[in-house]
């Protein structure tokens, strides 16, 4: 019952995460964070029930939640259907893995679209294709005659 | 068949099939309106003369107070990040005027029944596409004369802005003055040109703090390099990267 709690309290951190994403947070306020374990008051969704996986012996009551990862089963929300695993270690949550949240045209979306470091070589490698455009910061009348731009007009692609 | 014309200070690029060549006219006529109305260099333009105090806003043009609410609504959903005043306090709606133009033109294309077209003006890039997404590159901020990077631009993501120095110097406004960015060039990929216009011009202006928020807000992919040259990417722009 406690490991359910724990991840009922999860699954609410994840659909406040879920209303963050999709009403928009306020610019310049913290992010929610979902890096600690809400072991108390939090209400399951009606719908949830827990498969764990792997399989943990069941911890003595005394004890915080057993370290593992665990896999919610798909929730259905009010903004599509969600489905997260929980890597748990020393008593916390270590890991929050979106493994399914589909939209309402049932198309499945990515919680999670932030940036992160990129290395060159990916980017990079895309240098070669043939474009149709170029886009750069803004160019003025005058730098555009040396733009590439104005290579791909003058050769008419 | 390509179509080039100079307005607003740069110069506007179209590609659109040869059987559409007699819409250019109609889309010369809506950046030329724009340039007449608000151009800062034309001292005879509607928002020189609002800048100068001759006009007052309230009783500005119909088509002038349009852009500048849209500019004030940016400014309040970006925090302050986009804004549509100068240091000075002159009125400057060119951070939304010419992605506002682009977007006209983009819409007449599709009322007249252009099925694939793109619209380039000064690297800021709106596309509708039939079948193939269109590849674009991005300038490197480093070089110009380079490529960065290509992209696919179309579907549903058929916009792409990208903000920086590397033309015009430091020409976004920080806390209300100029200054040196972390970023170097950002790029945006989102649905419509406004956003993608203002979001790029955002994030360059709110570095790192404002990347984030951005793309947890707004369905956008982005790339963000910084000034040493390292870049960050949105899983979607990795994805959109050409092959």
Redesign the interface.
């Known amino acids: 019952m406690r490991t359910r709690a724990t991840l009922g309290g999860i699954f609410a951190s994840v659909a406040v995460l879920i209303v963050?994403?999709q009403a928009?947070?306020?610019?310049?306020t913290p992010?929610v964070t979902t890096s600690q374990p809400q072991l108390s008051g939090a209400t399951a969704p009606q719908t949830t029930t827990t498969s764990p996986s792997p399989s943990t012996t069941q911890a003595p009551v005394a004890s915080g939640p057993a370290d593992g990862t665990f896999t919610g089963s798909s929730v259905s929300t009010r903004f599509g259907n969600v489905q997260v695993a929980v890597t748990i270690s020393g008593g916390s949550i270590t890991d929050v893995t979106p493994l399914q949240l589909t939209d309402a045209d049932g198309k499945s979306v990515?919680i999670?679209?932030?940036?992160?470091?990129?290395l060159?070589d990916?980017?990079?490698?895309?240098?070669?294709?043939?474009?149709?455009?170029?886009?750069?910061?803004?160019?003025?009348?005058n730098?555009?005659l040396?733009?590439?731009?104005?290579a791909?007009?003058q050769a008419?692609? | 068949?390509?179509h080039?014309l100079?307005t607003m200070?740069?110069?506007a690029?179209i590609?659109l099939p040869e059987a559409y060549a007699s819409e250019l006219d109609d889309v010369d006529a809506v950046f030329r309106d724009v340039d007449e109305r608000f151009s800062l260099y034309r001292p005879e333009s509607e928002l020189s003369r609002i800048a100068n105090g001759t006009v007052a806003l309230g009783l500005a043009s119909a088509e002038l107070r349009s852009s500048y609410e849209r500019s004030i609504e940016w400014r309040i959903?970006?925090?302050g990040?986009f804004t549509p005043n100068r240091p000075d306090g002159v009125l400057d709606l060119n951070g939304i005027v010419?992605a506002e133009a682009i977007e006209s033109a983009g819409a007449l294309l599709d009322r007249a029944g252009c099925p694939a077209w793109?619209i380039?003006v000064?690297?800021?890039?709106l596309?509708r596409s039939n079948h193939a997404p269109?590849?674009?590159?991005?300038?490197d901020?480093a070089d110009?004369?380079?490529?960065?990077?290509?992209?696919e631009v179309g579907g549903a993501r058929r916009a792409?802005?990208?903000?920086?120095?590397?033309?015009?110097g430091d020409h976004i406004w920080r806390g209300g003055e100029l200054g040196p960015t972390h970023f170097a060039?950002v790029?945006v990929i989102a649905g419509d040109i406004v956003t993608a216009d203002v979001l790029a011009t955002a994030i360059v202006a709110g570095g790192p703090?404002?990347?984030?928020?951005?793309?947890?807000?707004?369905?956008?992919?982005?790339?963000?390099v910084d000034r040493a040259?390292?870049?960050?990417?949105?899983?979607?722009?990795?994805r959109s990267?050409?092959?």
């Open positions: 963050g994403w928009g947070a306020p610019l310049l992010a990515q999670s679209n932030r940036a992160a470091p990129v060159h990916e980017v990079l490698a895309s240098q070669s294709a043939q474009v149709s455009n170029v886009g750069g910061a803004t160019y003025t009348s730098a555009y040396a733009s590439l731009q104005s791909l007009d008419g692609i | 068949m390509r080039v100079c200070g740069t110069v690029s590609e959903q970006t925090g990040l010419k793109t380039n000064g690297g800021d890039i596309v269109w590849v674009t590159g991005i300038a901020p110009p004369d380079a490529l960065l990077c290509s992209v792409i802005a990208t903000s920086g120095c590397a033309q015009r060039q790029s703090a404002a990347i984030d928020q951005i793309t947890d807000r707004w369905p956008v992919d982005v790339l963000a040259g390292a870049m960050v990417a949105t899983p979607g722009f990795r990267l050409a092959a």
